[in-house]
């Protein structure tokens, strides 16, 4: 089941999470939303995480390794 989630795209906001310009939240926000039809359930966490990713602040093996740990929730 898909749940609505609090995109604010005047305030550059996703769930609370501020981005630094439109393209970025749109993509993210696109990614995020596939996830969710597959039963994903994003967290205030969730989103900063794929926020720094999408921005190229944590790299492709930064996720792989916040999967193991499941430090991601």
Excluded: C, Q, W
């Excluded at 305030?11 to 939303?33: C, H, P, Y």
């Amino acid at each position: 089941m898909y749940n609505k989630i609090d995109i604010d795209r005047n305030k550059l906001t996703i769930m609370g999470v501020k981005f630094s310009d439109l393209k970025t939240l749109e993509n993210t926000a696109n990614a995020i939303g596939s996830n969710m039809f597959e039963g994903f359930k994003p967290t205030h966490k969730n989103i900063k995480i794929i926020r720094d990713y999408m921005i190229g602040k944590l790299s492709l093996n930064d996720l792989l390794i916040f999967a193991k740990e499941k430090t991601y929730v």
